[in-house]
Structures are given as structure tokens and as C-alpha cells.
């Protein structure tokens, strides 16, 4: 077990001289801290505290070691944790807390030479840092479910004696577990078809919601999923830019849909909603557009709609 991480499970809890890094939002959804002047000497561990179900955590110039607990704002659920590193992150591994204080490593990255790196010259430095940036490293999400209603992660920084410029960062999602959890990581397994209500109850407060056809679907045995290439004509909401410009003032983008979902290609068009976590977008309801407007104007004849649908009520056959 590395000396600091030891030092953190076996002698911190008594000394108590923990300190906040930095500043999170006040939905407790994202942190961002730097340790360009801390003193690595003073081997501090930082507590850091999430109540979100979705967020990214950014450490710069990482020094010494973080402790992020993360929990829903109802204390009591148990959840899955998921983390995906950002492309680029580099200068810290990350362990996980389990009980009877033991830690285990979730993502170790491989340390550079730094005394090969001492003796190059600068252009090389940069040849080298660069590298360093761009180099292969694990991407997939890593997940494990909380006990107590929490979940623990430990960054603990490395070596860094060139005081290179690196960001350790990841992405995470909690999802609350059932009784009847098929999957790994998505919350999106139920394949039946949405009815009026649960349409319109997507289609207001999903992450993102769009018109579109299903140009191509190809199935991951691997992940259990079948990832979906979509060409939009609207995009009525997202709240990450998961569907990008195309040609055409159409939109294109991937969504994920479980393998058991038995997903077809067609000609038609849908009304698509959905989770957007760790740059996925999962798909929730899909029912052909069609469809999807008689319901919205019957709902809202019916004073059953429960936000703005007119967007789709009002739709043109221009596009």
C-alpha cells in the first residue's frame, strides 16, 4: 500500500487537520481546485463532498491527496458510482475506500522517466510533455456501487518535481440502484414502449430531446449496448453538445440503447429523449413523431400536459 495513502486510512481520522481545496458549486455538482502553491511536504488529504447525481471533478497542478465522499442528498440511497478520466488527464491515480479500511486502485497511470527528463532539453521537454498529453491511456468507465449511501474515492497525487502543467479531471454519474438492475451503468433498461404521460414527462425533463432518424445502429456485445447513429432536424433540448451540426441544418449524433431493446432501422421519424451522462446520450422513450404530436395535442386538449409542448405541436412539414 503506498505510504501516503496509509497515512491517510491509519492517521488522519485521529490528527484531524483536513482542509477544504478550492471552492464547488453550490449544487455541490462539480469541484475544481488547484495545488500550484501547496507545499507537498505538508501531505495534506483535502475533503471534498458531492451530492449530485451527475458532475466533473478537476484537480490542477495535483498535490498531495484528495478525499471525495459522494452521497445523494437523501443520505439513506444506495447508488452506483461511474467515473470516466477526461482525455487528457494526467498527475494523480485514484483509489477507492472499501471497508475495514482498505483502498483499491481504479485507474493507476504509468509515471514518466523523470530522471531521463531532467537531462533533455527544452524542445524535447516539450516533444515529451506533449506526448505525455496525448499518449493512450484507459478511457472506459469504471463503476461500483456505494454502501451506507456512500461511496469514496481517493486522488492521490504524483510526483511532479518539473512542475509540469497536469490535470487529473473525470466525469461521474450516481444512479440509484433497484431491485432489478440489468446493467453495469445505465439507468435507460426498460425496452416497452412509453405511453402519453411517460412521453411527455421525458420529453420536459429529459437532458436532451430531439426529432430525428436512426441512420445506423451497431451492437457492442462487450458493453451490452447498441450505439445508434442519429441524423436530427430538431434539437429541442441537450444539455451537453452531443448532437453537433450537420449538413442541411440537420444535426448528427450517437445515442445508446440496451442490446435487449431490440432496436430496428426504419424510415421514420422519432421523437427521441434521454440521459446524457459521461458524454453518452442514453435513450429513453422513442416513438415515431407522428405519434408523439397526436398525444401532445390530445394531452394538451386534456389540460394533462405538464410544460410548453407547443415546439412540437406546431411542427412544419418544411423540414
Not at 502553491?37 to 484537480?59: F, I, N, S
Not at 527544452?122 to 506526448?131: L, S, V
Not at 431490440?262 to 429523449?273: A, Q, V
Amino acid at each position: 500500500m503506498n505510504v501516503l495513502i496509509l497515512v491517510f486510512v491509519l492517521v488522519l481520522p485521529l490528527l484531524g487537520f483536513v482542509r477544504a481545496l478550492g471552492k464547488y458549486s453550490e449544487n455541490q455538482c462539480d469541484w475544481k481546485g488547484s495545488g500550484e502553491y501547496e507545499d507537498p511536504a505538508l501531505r495534506l488529504v483535502h475533503q471534498v463532498y458531492m451530492k449530485c447525481t451527475k458532475g466533473e471533478v478537476q484537480w490542477i497542478y495535483p498535490t498531495s491527496a484528495i478525499r471525495i465522499t459522494f452521497q445523494f442528498l437523501d443520505k439513506n440511497t444506495d447508488f452506483r458510482l461511474c467515473i470516466r478520466p477526461a482525455a487528457n488527464s494526467l498527475g494523480a491515480d485514484v483509489y477507492r475506500d472499501v471497508p475495514h479500511g482498505d483502498i483499491v486502485p481504479v485507474i493507476l497511470q504509468q509515471r514518466p522517466d523523470l530522471h531521463y527528463m531532467n537531462k533533455v532539453s527544452g524542445k524535447e521537454m516539450q516533444k515529451i510533455t506533449d506526448a505525455m498529453l496525448h499518449r493512450t491511456r484507459p478511457q472506459e468507465v469504471q463503476c461500483f456501487e456505494s454502501r451506507g449511501g456512500k461511496a469514496v474515492l481517493l486522488l492521490e497525487a504524483q510526483r511532479n518535481p518539473l512542475s509540469l502543467h497536469l490535470v487529473a479531471s473525470f466525469d461521474y454519474v450516481l444512479e440509484p440502484l433497484t431491485h432489478n438492475l440489468l446493467d453495469v451503468y445505465h439507468s435507460y433498461n426498460d425496452c416497452r414502449k412509453c405511453n402519453a404521460t411517460e412521453l411527455i414527462r421525458e420529453y420536459c425533463a429529459s437532458d436532451f430531446v430531439i426529432k430525428g432518424r436512426l441512420l445506423d445502429i451497431t451492437p457492442d456485445v462487450m458493453t451490452s449496448q447498441n450505439y445508434i447513429d442519429v441524423l436530427a432536424s430538431h434539437i429541442y433540448r441537450q444539455t451537453d453538445s452531443i448532437f453537433l451540426p450537420a449538413r442541411n441544418n440537420h444535426y448528427r449524433g450517437v445515442i445508446i440503447r440496451p442490446l435487449q431493446c431490440m432496436t430496428t432501422k426504419d424510415h421514420s421519424s422519432y421523437l427521441i429523449t434521454g440521459g446524457i451522462g459521461l458524454g453518452e446520450a442514453k435513450a429513453g422513450c422513442m416513438v415515431r413523431f407522428q405519434q408523439a404530436r397526436r398525444w401532445f395535442v390530445e394531452m394538451t386538449l386534456a389540460g394533462l400536459n405538464e410544460c410548453d409542448l407547443s415546439q412540437v405541436m406546431e411542427y412544419s412539414r418544411r423540414r
